[in-house]
């Protein structure tokens, strides 16, 4: 099933804003290290709306079905991997919570939101996009390796209610 990814928008705001209240429920705490009421939470991705940096997936009755977050701001702990394209600079996308709803899996929303990110980086002359998951979130890492990202390695991150520290693994797609 094709489905439109775009940037989202201000007139998007209520639709936002339900696909979070329905879907954060269901997703599955132990695969991704996310706290509910803590992260994600609609006021960071609305903050990413008013940034640009906000981007929907929409399937065929315009309801919003998946969504990613798409900027250049990485955790310091990524400049201590060994990444395929070294240079540190602006030029890498970096893709933080990307949501497919938990009651529409195995329909292609993420593999189809992965493509768009990477036609995105592509056309935007990114060097390379570099994302991070919850080494126990088997779903992401099979579709990132599935999608031709290159496994770089695996490192703590802060957890998100900065309580200790998420065992995660970084992946990097060179274009």
């Not at 992965?114 to 779903?139: C, H, W």
Request: proline share 4%.
């Amino acid at each position: 099933m094709p489905y439109k990814i775009r940037r989202a928008m201000s007139t998007d705001t209520a639709g936002i804003q339900t696909f979070y209240k329905d879907s954060l429920p269901l997703i599955n705490t132990q695969q991704t290290s996310w706290i509910p009421g803590v992260y994600p939470d609609i006021a960071v991705a609305l903050a990413a709306v008013s940034k640009q940096e906000l981007f929907i997936c929409i399937d065929e009755q315009d309801i919003i079905v998946g969504s990613m977050i798409l900027n250049h701001n990485a955790d310091e702990s990524y400049q201590e991997l060994v990444w395929l394209k070294s240079e540190y600079n602006s030029l890498h996308l970096i893709v933080h919570t990307l949501i497919s709803h938990p009651e529409r899996l195995k329909q292609g929303i993420a593999s189809q939101m992965i493509a768009f990110v990477k036609q995105y980086a592509a056309e935007n002359d990114m060097f390379s996009i570099r994302l991070d998951t919850l080494v126990g979130n088997i779903p992401a890492r099979k579709l990132y390796e599935k999608s031709g990202f290159a496994y770089i390695g695996r490192h703590d991150l802060p957890s998100f209610d900065n309580k200790g520290v998420d065992d995660c693994v970084f992946y990097e797609f060179k274009l």
